[in-house]
Every structure is written in C-alpha cells, then in structure tokens.
C-alpha cells in the first residue's frame, strides 16, 4: 500500500510538470532607462572618510545602486553618480543610509579628517563648553549667528567718552561697540560639531541624547564641548569675556540665506585713533596699561571718518607712551599736544632746598635740572627756571638756603608773637618789650614816689632784629636768618622771658626772586623806616651817695637835661 501510494504521487507530479527540467528559472526585472546612482549603504560620520564598503557591496551586487529613471537623474544634476567621485572624500556631516550623495555632503577635496577639517578656509576652530552659551547646542553644522556680551564694567554713561562725542566708533576685537556697552564678540559664526568625551555629531545637542537601561534620558550637557568657526581676530575678545566671566548671548542669523554674505564693514574707510581705557591722574606718564582694555589687554581705539579727524590729534599709541599728563583725563579720550607737560616741567612737588630727582622731571635724568637745589616749594605741572633753583653746586638742605651774611636761629613759635604765622621767604624784625624793674634793678637806693611811678608805668621797646629772613617753618618752631651780631640779643632776650614781637615787612619775598635775595639780602633799610629801640629811662638817673654822721644814703633822682 505505501508503494502504491508513493507510485500514485510521483505520477500526479510528473504529470503536472513539476519536475520537468527545461521549465524557466525567474528572471531579473528589465533596467532599461534606468541609471544607477551610488547611495549610502551605513551611516556615516561627520568628518570621516567614506570608505569603498560604505557605498558598494559584492554580495549585494547591483542592488548597491538607487536605480532611478534617467529623466529624473536629469534633473538632479548634483547628485554624484559615480564611485570615484565619492570614495576617499571626507564627509562634511553625518549622512544616514540609504540617501544619494551630492558635493554639499563632503568637505572640499583635499581636506583633513577629522574635526579640523570642517573649520571654514580663513576661520580658525574654537572650543568652549556648551552651557557657556544659552542655546548654542541646539544649533546643526553650518548654521551661522553672532555672540554678544554685557561688560558690568563698562561705564553706564559711556555716551559721554570723548570719543565718541567726537564722532568716532568705539571697537573692540575689531568689532563695533554699541553706545549700550554691549560688546559684538564674534559676527557670522558657524557652528561645526558637538562633542562629548564618547560621541560627535553635527545634528544639534538632542542627537547626543544618552538612554539608560531603562529608556530615560540622561542629561551630558557639562560634558559637551561645542566647535564653532570664528574669524581670527576675534578669538582674544571671546577668550577674554569667557575668562572673565561675562554673560554671552548667542543671535542665530536666518537659515533661509542663499549663502553666508559677509558682513558690511562698518570701521572701513575710518582712521583708528588711541585712547586711554582708564582714568590717569594728572601730571602722570602714560603707560600701555593705561591705553589696554583691563579685561582683554586690547589697545582702546576709536574709528573716525577722514573728516572728522583733527589735525593736533595724535594718531599712534607710541606717541603716547611715557608721556606726562598735565591734568586729570577720564577714560576715552583722544590726545592732543598740548595734553602734556612740555620738557622742563615737574611730574612730582619738590620741596625747597631739596634736589630735583630723574623721576620728578618730565625728561628724566637728562634733564638739565636734575640736582639743583630748589629755592622755595616747586608744585607739580610747572615750568622751571632759573629763578627756582640756588646757584649750581649748592648743597641741599636748610643751610643752602641760609645768606651768606647770616646765620639760622630756630626759634619756637610760642616764644614770639606772630611768628605762627610767617611763612618762607618772610621778611620781619624782632622787638623786645619790657617794663623796669625798679626795685630789682635799684635795690638799695632811696627813689622818690613820683619818679619810682614814671619808670614803673612805662614800657621799654629794643630791636633785637632787622631784616631777618625765614628759612623754614613748622608747627612749632621756624628758623630765620639773622645777623650774627643779633644772635645774642635774641637769645638773651628769649631766656629772660622776654615779650618778643615779630614785626612783619611789607612785600614778601617774591618767590621768583626768593633764590637771589636769600643770597645777597638787601642791607639798605626798606622806605617804610626803620624801627628804633626806646631810650634806656635808667640813663637819665643819677644816683648820689652821701654820709653823715656815719650814715650812709643812696638816691636816686632824674638828670637835668
């Protein structure tokens, strides 16, 4: 029965065909018309070079291919259609499989692998990390915007900047500042890749979007480090704000543009003039500090039209450099000549009878007034002569200033009366005023009451000075210049306790002429007069001595003119 039932089967087969040799194998469908066009068989990386594998298969065959109508091959002239012309060249974005390749997929033949790569011809690649900038890494490769920062610094009135009242542009990095003090960091930049320390892609921040095991996702960002392409220029103004701390916004430009236009330049044409970025005190020497950015050491310029240009302004930063202020100048402000001290002018205060030091003296150590002793208080921005300084070769100090037919005497100012208030160069006489002392002078000798009443109400005035001079002052005491023969009078007078009084001459001593009359002092008596000192009332009493009668008696009467 199982013969029978497999003998009956083999006939039914043979008998419908089945298992007839010279029946047809399938056949290939027909590709007339049809134009073979190369397409990604894998995803491919940005940056990377497209390998033979990539696109062609051998097991796969002609089935590497997109066979597509020639009509519509035609009218995509960019796609790429042959092998050659894809092979080796280095992916300018990530592609998936399965798409057609055109030229705007791959970076410009002869490229580097790799990230570098992708930077544009004329811009330089740089990295920073992705939360730095508020929404940067939602951008993809190719997507073009601006960077813009807030200076705290920048002063909230700096409409009022000199130069820029003037008409100038203010620019830092190159780029123009606006009157807000917000500052253009880079203008036209292009995003290339976003990167962590495991993957890159050029598609955006949500492409790199991490999945754990049970399908969440995890947050990379602090690990995203983003390329973008900036013009050379401004990588030391973005590096700057980044260092310190700025805030940075990012401006994305339109998507829809034909092509990244270049920028027109707003500085072009215009002249570049320095100025001072901080405050600089009067009578001080301009440094390069003073003309640098503080935060990103950039010389501070203004850009002005041709016309707006005026002729005493000083065009370059050397011609600045160790030049002396003569007055206080605020930040942004454009130099002139007659800024500056001329040579021979004083950058610090020197005191009388002191040296003029290098450093006190706008030309420095070649100046022709540096060691000559000055004659009274120089104040800083004048213009020396020779009428401020002693001969040459006097010795600094108080003695230089002490006449050559004096001698100084210190004297406490509570001593005299007035000489609190006498200053350098004063000239003044000292007089002595006192009462007699009839029973100290005259003890033992018989005076009528009449006559003991004259002298004891009367007061006795002595010059003791003429034509002292002040040398030096103080709190407490001063030092003058007197004669050597009044030196005694003085001193005697100043022991007893005397009441001195400083008698002050008319015209003090013109500080022009101060050097000359310390020197060779007047010795003729002013027009005003001269003081005289007081008759000595002793002269005009005689004393007498008699005896009687083994008594002896003393009196004293007045003297018959």
């Given amino acids: 029965m199982l013969f029978a039932g497999c003998a009956l089967t083999f006939g039914i087969v043979r008998a419908a065909g089945w298992l007839d040799q010279t029946a047809p194998l399938a056949q290939e469908p027909s590709r007339e018309g049809m134009v073979p066009v190369p397409k990604s068989l894998v995803r491919l990386k940005a940056f990377d070079v497209v390998q033979r594998e990539d696109v062609y298969d051998r097991t796969l065959g002609s089935d590497s291919y997109f066979w597509l109508p020639e009509a519509q091959v035609a009218d995509h002239p960019e796609w790429i259609t042959r092998f050659d012309e894809i092979i080796g060249r280095v992916m300018a974005r990530e592609k998936r499989a399965d798409f057609v390749f055109s030229e705007k997929d791959f970076l410009p033949e002869g490229s580097r692998s790799g990230i570098a790569g992708g930077v544009p011809n004329g811009k330089q690649g740089f990295f920073l990390d992705a939360e730095k900038i508020p929404g940067l890494r939602f951008l993809k490769s190719g997507d073009r915007f601006d960077l813009l920062a807030s200076n705290p610094d920048e002063p909230k009135d700096s409409s009022s900047e000199y130069g820029l ?234 003695a230089s200033a002490i006449p050559s037919n004096r001698m100084a005497l210190t004297i406490n100012v509570d001593d005299i009366r007035g000489a609190s208030e006498l200053s350098r160069g004063d000239r003044f006489d000292l007089l002595a005023s006192t009462r007699p002392d009839l029973r100290k002078t005259m003890r033992g000798v018989e005076i009528s009451p009449s006559l003991a009443t004259e002298l004891q109400s009367s007061a006795v005035n002595r010059v003791l000075a003429t034509e002292a001079l002040v040398i030096q002052t103080s709190e407490e005491q001063v030092v003058v210049a007197i004669r050597p023969s009044e030196i005694s009078l003085v001193a005697k007078a100043l022991a007893q306790e005397t009441q001195v009084f400083c008698v002050a001459r008319t015209g003090t001593a013109d500080p022009n002429q101060m050097a000359n009359q310390m020197v060779r002092p007047s010795e003729s008596p002013e027009t005003v007069g001269v003081l005289v000192s007081d008759p000595d009332p002793m002269s005009e009493i005689s004393i007498t001595e008699t005896l009687i009668g083994g008594r002896r008696k003393v009196r004293a009467y007045r003297r018959s003119p």
Avoid at 335 to 344: A, V
Avoid at 362 to 388: F, I, P, Q, Y
């Fill in 165 to 398: 009242l003037m008409g100038g542009i203010k620019a830092r990095g190159g780029k123009p500042i606006p009157l807000t003090g917000v500052q253009i960091l880079a203008q036209n930049a292009e995003l290339i890749a976003l990167a962590t320390n495991r993957s890159m892609t050029t598609q955006g921040g949500l492409d790199l979007a991490n999945t754990e095991s049970r399908g969440r996702s995890v947050n990379t960002t602090k690990e995203e480090r983003v390329c973008i392409a900036i013009d050379p220029d401004e990588a030391v103004a973005l590096t700057g704000a980044l260092g310190a701390g700025l805030e940075i916004n990012m401006v994305t430009r339109s998507g829809q543009q034909s092509g990244a236009e270049d920028d027109a330049d707003v500085l072009a044409g215009r002249i570049a003039l320095p100025a001072n970025a901080v405050p600089i005190e009067a009578f001080q020497s301009i440094q390069a500090q003073h003309l640098a950015e503080p935060n990103t050491g950039e010389l501070r310029q203004y850009f002005f039209l041709p016309g707006d240009v005026e002729n005493d302004w000083i065009a370059r930063p050397e011609q600045l450099i160790g030049r002396v202020v003569r007055r206080a100048i605020e930040p942004g402000y454009i130099f002139r000549e007659s800024d500056f001290l001329p040579p021979g002018s004083l950058k610090e205060n020197v005191e009388a009878y002191e040296s003029v030091l290098p450093g006190q003296v706008v030309e420095g150590s070649t100046s022709k007034w540096v060691e000559r002793v000055a004659a009274r208080d120089l104040s800083a921005g004048s213009e020396l002569s020779e009428a401020d300084f002693f001969p040459p070769g006097t010795k600094p100090g108080i």
